[in-house]
């Protein structure tokens, strides 16, 4: 696998000259989605279910958002991001396009005509034209691509000449004039001399790692980083033991994934998802059928509550955070500006490198402060208000919100309604009543004549269902089943080599890499804290 160069959608128009077997996505439930009214609302054409919902958008984008804290760090916000790109990465069958804009919002990227052209007529019409560039969906090729030995040479740029190591770069200091023309009183900044950033090519607007798209937001690229950093820590604890190069990145690989696959199956899913989806997925067969096959119901629909966690300010660092020197938070427009699309606003004339008064402080984003800054967004029907306006670059795009263009993926991808997922499942569905109560309530009106009480978008369903059953704290049991079961099911069939070692289940215990005090890294936050600490 080569680098991931730039924001993914599905231009289906485009495609053309496919063949059945190219496709590298699946549908859970194509039964559903083949029915001539998948997603269309009762007595309605393809035409009059569009206008509905491009009607009910034009109400909702009047709604003022009041967001609600959650209990669960903000960090678990953008790990989830994370998975989302190293599970997928679609594109059509006649090839890529390296050019063009990079997504600026989560996930965002689509083709700028979305809307415009008829919807397939069937689910095989869909996953004759699409494939996905993550040939190994869950197996960390955000981070490593095909590794050091690749026969692409850009793949090979981004690791030391030892054949084992990342290459890294370093955070700018940057000086009392710099600070003080982008109006930051240089006295009252905390600098993190030495610390490290993901490498960036200044000329080209782009970071030099296995996945761009990675480098969207700041919280992102930071994580991205830390697993390089971990990386290399696993690749020097295992040098002693481990003298050839090869080997020793193969292992050092193999022991983050193991982390990587630890942390969520055990620390991510279980937080976010209804109590049982995961033991209950683990003690089934998997139900997804090919192997690195990645359902559309997941990543059109099922795993976008994401988009709801985002929040408009963030206790990022002792710069900008509770208590911070320079600001009280971090405010979400200035995570965009801090990468290398976004030229290191306001500093694009000093630095191509993250300043280093931006460094994220790991500690901060991954515990519980109990302040208004401290935690995630809630799962529901409120956005950032950054997340719900921001506008693309789009040509054509009538209507180019986040919530806007989520509803149409699953119009345009055969999604049934989220009541329909929950029926396949045995679950029983929200009541009319219910759904309508996980709505605004200045936009409950035009929800009920929209017909969204009894027959909801998937994306919109899933959100009204972790509000109602969950207090928004988790998602409900539907979109809980779906990800469970896409999720165990890719890392199942890597299991013998990720979740075994020795003929004998892996845990963090076995590994070299430990926090400070000797402990096995059994979560997100200790993963993350290690990878702050001081590393080779």
């Known amino acids: ?82 998975m989302n790109h190293d599970m997928s990465a679609p594109v059509n069958v006649a090839g890529r396009s390296r050019s063009g804009p990079a997504a600026t919002v989560i996930g965002s990227g689509d083709p700028p005509d979305l809307g415009l052209r008829r919807r397939p007529r069937s689910t095989a019409a869909i996953l004759a034209r699409i494939r996905n560039e993550q040939q190994n969906p869950l197996m960390l090729e955000s981070l490593y691509a095909d590794g050091p030995r690749s026969a692409d040479p850009e793949v090979r740029s981004l690791y030391e000449a030892d054949g084992v190591r990342f290459k890294l770069a370093k955070a700018t200091t940057l000086g009392r004039q710099e600070l003080a023309a982008a109006t930051v009183a240089p006295e009252r900044v905390m600098h993190r001399r030495g610390a490290h950033d993901i490498p960036r090519d200044a000329a080209r607007r782009i970071p ?133 699309q976004g030229r290191m606003a306001p500093f694009a004339h000093a630095t191509s490198q993250l300043p280093d008064h931006w460094v994220a402080d790991w500690d901060r984003l991954t515990r519980l402060s109990g302040t208004p800054r401290g935690g995630a967004d809630r799962i529901d029907m409120s956005f950032a208000a950054d997340m719900l306006n921001h506008m693309q670059h789009s040509g054509n795009l009538l209507h180019a919100s986040i919530f806007f263009r989520n509803v149409m993926r699953g119009f345009f991808r055969r999604m049934s309604f989220g009541q329909d997922f929950a029926q396949a499942y045995g679950i029983k569905p929200l009541s009319a009543r219910q759904v309508l109560s996980a709505m605004p309530k200045t936009v409950r009106p035009a929800a009920a004549a929209a017909g969204f009480g009894r027959s909801t978008p998937a994306w919109l369903y899933f959100m009204c269902e972790a509000d109602v059953l969950e207090g928004g704290e ?60 001081e590393h080779p």
């Open 1 to 82: 696998m080569g680098i991931i160069t730039s924001a993914h959608g599905l231009p289906l128009h485009h495609a053309q000259g496919a063949q059945a077997g190219q496709a590298s996505y699946c549908y859970l439930f194509p039964e559903l989605a083949d029915r001539p009214d998948a997603g269309l609302f009762p007595a309605t054409t393809a035409k009059e279910t569009l206008a509905r919902l491009a009607a009910f958008e034009r109400v909702y984008r009047k709604f003022e958002t009041h967001t609600r804290r959650m209990q669960l760090p903000a960090a678990y916000t953008y790990f989830g991001q994370f």
């Open 208 to 340: 030099l790692i296995a996945d761009r798209r990675n480098d969207e937001n700041l919280i992102l690229s930071q994580l991205h980083l830390a697993l390089m950093l971990l990386h290399n820590r696993a690749a020097a604890a295992l040098k002693p033991t481990i003298p050839d190069p090869v080997e020793r990145f193969a292992a050092a690989r193999l022991l983050l994934t193991r982390h990587y696959h630890w942390c969520i199956l055990h620390d991510y899913l279980p937080s976010l998802l209804s109590a049982g989806a995961v033991s209950q997925a683990l003690s089934a067969p998997p139900r997804l059928s090919a192997p690195g096959g990645v359902p559309v119901e997941f990543t059109t629909a099922a795993f976008r509550f994401g988009h709801s966690m985002v929040s408009q300010l963030y206790d990022f660092n002792s710069n900008f955070g509770e208590g911070g020197r320079v600001s009280d938070a971090a405010k979400l427009h200035e995570l965009f500006a801090f990468t290398s």
């Open 474 to 533: 988790r998602l409900g049991p539907t979109a809980s089943r779906i990800i469970a079961d896409t999720v165990t099911g890719l890392i199942r069939h890597h299991a013998g080599t990720t979740l075994q070692q020795d003929g004998r289940a892996w845990h963090p215990r076995h590994s070299v890499l430990k926090t400070q005090n000797g402990k096995p890294l059994v979560s997100l936050r200790t993963l993350l804290l290690c990878a702050e600490d």
